[in-house]
């Protein structure tokens, strides 16, 4: 009886510890999985950010030197350039919040409950495999661990 109970005890401990290298797993899997997609995001955002700053600043040159063509002096074309700088960099501190804030936490949150469906999918799919009860406490799927806690 007692050998029964050591077994027994050795058995499921050896079961906790497996899953708990499991359950270690699964979390270094979910942080690497949201941590690619937040430095895809980042990197994405990064990028169209660095292409506006670059069409920006050829557009302003472009700005620049036709207003110096048609005025004849490039100083008073890129001062003008310039000008249209600071009045469109008013205009998105003014409105950041609707341009930039806003749909930037929008893209967040969508991410985010994605993945979270995407979670709640893929438990869904795992709790209606075959032989996967929920009234049953203490399920575990693995023959060998219950293996040698039968005999007597």
């Not at 990197?43 to 110096?68: E, N, Y």
Request: charge should be negative; hydrophobic fraction near 45%.
């Amino acid at each position: 009886m007692e050998d029964n109970f050591g077994n027994y005890f050795n058995q499921t401990g050896k079961v906790a510890r497996e899953y708990l290298e499991t359950r270690l797993d699964l979390i270094k899997l979910q942080a690497a999985g949201k941590l690619s997609k937040a430095l895809g995001l980042f990197f994405s955002l990064t990028m169209a950010f660095l292409l506006f700053f670059f069409v920006i600043v050829f557009l302003g040159m472009v700005v620049g030197f036709w207003i110096g063509e048609m005025t004849g002096s490039f100083t008073i074309g890129f001062s003008c350039a310039a000008g249209l700088f600071v009045l469109l960099f008013l205009i998105i501190l003014l409105f950041r919040k609707q341009l930039i804030q806003r749909p930037l936490a929008r893209l967040l949150i969508t991410e985010l409950v994605e993945e979270i469906e995407d979670n709640e999918a893929h438990s869904d799919h795992l709790h209606n495999q075959p032989g996967y009860k929920t009234g049953e406490p203490g399920y575990v799927p693995n023959e060998e661990a219950t293996e040698n806690t039968m005999k007597d």
